[in-house]
T-cell receptor, first 112, second 113 residues
C-alpha cells in the first residue's frame, strides 16, 4: 500500500528555470515530511523538511510547500542548476512512528 | 564530522547463503534504520533500532534481522538468500527524536546469484 505517491516519474527543466516536484499522501496521520535527493550509486541526501504545523519552509534555492487539506506537498527549486539533475524522493512520517514512507521518486533532468 | 558508513559497498552471494551488512552511524546519533531499495518497490523500511532496541519493524520476512551495539553501530543479517533479495540496502542514522532528519549512507549493493 503506497501511502506516499510521486505521480511524475520524470521532469525535464531548462537551467535557470523553476523545478516543481509534487507529492501526494493518503495517511492523514503523517505529520513530518522530508525531501531527499539521490545520485546513482549513492545514498539519498537530505534536502529539506517540513512539519505539519507549517505550510512553507525555505532553505536557499529549495522551498517546500505543504497543503494538509489536500494531502499534498511540493518542492520548488529556483533557479535549477545542472547539478540538480538527480532522483528526488518525498518521504513522510507519523508522530509515533520512526519509519519513513517514501514515494517512488521523480527523476529531474536540468538541460543547459 | 564523518557521515554514515556502510560496509561492504558491494557484495555477491549465492542463493541459500546468509549475509551480514554493517552500518556505523554519525557520531552522537542513536537511531539507525535500514531500508531496501529495488527498482520495482522503491525504498522500503526494514527496521529501526534505538539504544540497542528494535523500535519499529517493516513488513519483511523473518529472514531479515538486525541488531544494534552499545556504540550505536548496527548490523543487518539476511539468511537463506533468495534472488529477490538483490537490492541496494541503505542505512540511515538520526538523533532518534521526532522531527529530526535521517542521514543515509552510500548503501551496500547486494547481488544474489
Amino acid at each position: 500500500d503506497q501511502q506516499v505517491k510521486q505521480n511524475s516519474p520524470s521532469l525535464s527543466v531548462q537551467e535557470g528555470r523553476i523545478s516543481i516536484l509534487n507529492c501526494d499522501y493518503t495517511n492523514s496521520m503523517f505529520d513530518y515530511f522530508l525531501w531527499y535527493k539521490k545520485y546513482p550509486a549513492e545514498g539519498p541526501t537530505f534536502l529539506i523538511s517540513i512539519s505539519s504545523i507549517k505550510d512553507k519552509n525555505e532553505d536557499g534555492r529549495f522551498t517546500v510547500f505543504l497543503n494538509k487539506s489536500a494531502k499534498h506537498l511540493s518542492l520548488h527549486i529556483v533557479p535549477s542548476q545542472p547539478g540538480d539533475s538527480a532522483v528526488y524522493f518525498c518521504a513522510a512520517r507519523t508522530m509515533n512512528d520512526y519509519k519513513l514512507s517514501f514515494g517512488a521518486g521523480t527523476t529531474v533532468t536540468v538541460r543547459a | 564530522k564523518a557521515g554514515v558508513t556502510q560496509t561492504p559497498r558491494y557484495l555477491i552471494k549465492t542463493r541459500g547463503q546468509q549475509v551480514t551488512l554493517s552500518c556505523s552511524p554519525i557520531s552522537g546519533h542513536r537511531s539507525v534504520s535500514w531500508y531496501q531499495q529495488t527498482p520495482g518497490q522503491g525504498l522500503q523500511f526494514l527496521f529501526e533500532y534505538f539504544s540497542e532496541t528494535q523500535r519499529n519493524k517493516g513488513n519483511f520476512p523473518g529472514r531479515f534481522s538486525g541488531r544494534q551495539f552499545s556504540n550505536s553501530r548496527s548490523e543487518m543479517n539476511v539468511s537463506t538468500l533468495e534472488l529477490g533479495d538483490s537490492a541496494l540496502y541503505l542505512c540511515a542514522s538520526s538523533l532518534g527524536d521526532m522531527n529530526t532528519e535521517a542521514f543515509f549512507g552510500q548503501g551496500t549493493r547486494l547481488t544474489v546469484v
